[in-house]
């Protein structure tokens, strides 16, 4: 009954989310010397934006994990392809119960694809940026996270990929699942409907006795002083109310851990959640995605 609750509630996000998009992707018109391919892998499909040939960006768009597709962050890809960027971006399964095991499993076969079709793709790997936003965030950092890890491979049944991630982009990163469930003004209904409603959603119903929830609920459970991590940039908004916090909480402890992290804070208040992916070419959109693009530029 409580998870009926749980997934009615979310089916009303989900659905203010649709109508957002619909409205500011109706706006949004595609520059003519930026091509936008569509391929599929398995049974999802993928875009590819290029103005001309450089270095692959891959863009794992956000959603609350239940919404979204290849195409909602149309808008950012394209500004990343003007840019000098080829952009590819993948539509991954948003249905169903145990959502997280099979959208890492989406990513895992997509980027696996991109490795072995690269000529027939004209994908240069030479160097690769891997960017996430959202619940995206998550799915990024948990595929580094896996794909360098042996006993997490086997345990998932995946094989690990051959690609070198450069940089990874965490754009308002919910990669903390209990915290992003538990509402501050409504401490009870957190505890007994939200944060076991995300868990049931993500994890299964036996989610206590899962194998990839009881290692991934939270970073502490996978990055330690020896977790092997590219170049990272958290990017945040005070604006972000919601989310603003989780972000901080994976700064603090990837420097903790000494690893190469940088954050980008928006102290605009009307800077909100993913700001910068869902309006690119604003004056705080451009001021955030041109430090973006320093960063990941060649020294």
């Known amino acids: 009954m409580l998870y009926g609750f749980y997934k009615f509630i979310y089916n009303i996000i989900k659905k203010e989310m649709a109508k957002n998009d619909k409205k500011r992707l109706a706006k949004f018109i595609k520059p ?3 091509s936008k391919e569509v391929y599929k892998c398995n049974e999802n499909e993928f875009n590819i934006y290029r103005k001309k040939t450089g270095h692959l960006i891959i863009d794992i768009h956000g959603g609350a994990f239940v919404y979204g597709d290849k195409d909602i962050n149309d808008p950012f890809c394209c500004f990343l392809a003007n840019n000098g960027y ?9 249905k169903g119960e145990a959502l997280l095991k099979k ?17 027939n793709l004209k994908l240069d790997l030479n160097k690769v940026i891997l960017t996430g936003d959202s619940a995206g965030a998550l799915l990024c950092l948990l595929f580094v996270i896996i794909n360098n890890n042996e006993m997490m491979l086997k345990e998932l049944n995946l094989k690990k990929i051959n690609i070198n991630i450069d940089y990874l982009i965490l754009n308002h990163s919910v990669c903390y699942i209990k915290d992003a469930a538990n509402l501050a003004n409504h401490k009870i209904l957190a505890k007994y409907v939200a944060i076991p409603g ?41 604006g972000d109310k919601d989310f603003f916090n989780l972000t901080i909480k994976l700064y603090n402890l990837l420097k903790e851990k000494n690893k190469d992290v940088t954050l980008y804070l928006e102290t605009d208040y009307k800077a909100i959640h993913v700001f910068n992916i869902i309006e690119p070419y604003s004056n705080l959109g451009l001021k955030c995605n041109n430090y973006l693009l320093d960063f990941i530029c060649e020294v």
């Open 32 to 34: 003519d010397d930026i």
């Open 103 to 119: 959208q890492i499993a989406d990513v895992f076969s997509y980027i696996n694809y991109l490795v072995l079709n690269k000529e």
């Open 198 to 238: 995300i868990c049931r959603m993500l994890y299964g119903k036996d989610y206590k006795n899962d194998y990839l929830y009881n290692n991934t609920y939270e970073a502490e459970l996978y990055i330690n002083k020896e977790t092997k991590l590219p170049k990272i940039l958290l990017i945040s908004s005070k």
């Open 86 to 94: 080829v952009v590819s971006s993948l539509t991954y399964t948003i």
